[in-house]
T-cell receptor, first 117, second 114 residues
Framework: DAGVTQSPTHLIKTRGQQVTLRCSPK?????VSWYQQALGQGPQFIFQ???????QRGNFPDRFSGHQFPNYSSELNVNALLLGDSALYLC????????????????FGPGTRLTVL | AQSVTQLGSHVSVSEGALVLLRCNYS??????LFWYVQYPNQGLQLLLK??????LVKGINGFEAEFKKSETSFHLTKPSAHMSDAAEYFC????????????FGSGTRLSIRP
């Protein structure tokens, strides 16, 4: 079992550019969440995808968008990059959508380190 | 709204000493609480979780945490620190289930002195 995989591992972009990060969920998982972890801080929830739709969203601007494919893999797109977008972007997957009392653990990938110059 | 506060951004203990990492939560409904560990240049790994069953939760690598509703706390402990425990630790909370968006604390870096 490969677990959650993310690509690329590292990425360097300049302000104003656009970036796409990719995530493949753990085998058997159909839900993907994205988190942003700035240096020295805890991860912050960006959004969650289930059945190819955005189900939950955190407090991030519309410059952050995503997509989920029929094979459950997901992309995170960030437009008009700002210096403040430099961070580790983590993908997490789990089986099933949110419902009260449902406790399938979210498994995290190793992350993509994005540097914006 | 849910939130967690981790007291102490950096904790240093000697090898073999007790590890205590503090976490207090705020939640309008009964929370689900978690501790994650992050080793350098790696993702997050779940140490343990509280989901309204037993208040004393045992996790991996000898860690445990106790849910205290009266103190709104969920402190992480380990009786004897090992050099391999050096890492960043995050307390976290979700609203409905483990599949909900996870709200993380700011983290505590644990250092182990030989």
């Amino acid at each position: 079992d490969a677990g959650v995989t993310q690509s690329p591992t590292h990425l360097i972009k300049t302000r104003g550019q656009q970036v796409t990060l990719r995530c493949s969920p753990k085998s058997g998982h159909d839900t993907v969440s994205w988190y942003q972890q700035a240096l020295g801080q805890g991860p912050q929830f960006i959004f969650q995808y289930y059945e190819e739709e955005e189900r939950q969203r955190g407090n991030f601007p519309d410059r952050f968008s995503g997509h989920q494919f029929p094979n459950y893999s997901s992309e995170l797109n960030v437009n008009a990059l700002l210096l403040g977008d430099s961070a580790l972007y983590l993908c997490a997957s789990n089986a099933g959508a949110e419902r009260e009392g449902f406790h399938n653990e979210q498994f995290f990938g190793p992350g993509t380190r994005l540097t914006v110059l | 709204a849910q939130s967690v506060t981790q007291l102490g951004s950096h904790v240093s203990v000697s090898e073999g000493a007790l590890v205590l990492l503090r976490c207090n939560y705020s939640s309008s409904v009964p929370p689900y609480l978690f501790w994650y560990v992050q080793y350098p240049n790696q993702g997050l790994q779940l140490l343990l979780k509280y989901t309204s069953a037993a208040t004393l939760v045992k996790g991996i690598n000898g860690f445990e945490a106790e849910f205290k509703k009266s103190e709104t706390s969920f402190h992480l402990t380990k009786p004897s620190a090992h050099m391999s425990d050096a890492a960043e630790y995050f307390c976290a909370v979700t609203l409905y289930s483990s599949a909900s968006k996870i709200i993380f604390g700011s983290g505590t870096r644990l250092s182990i002195r030989p």
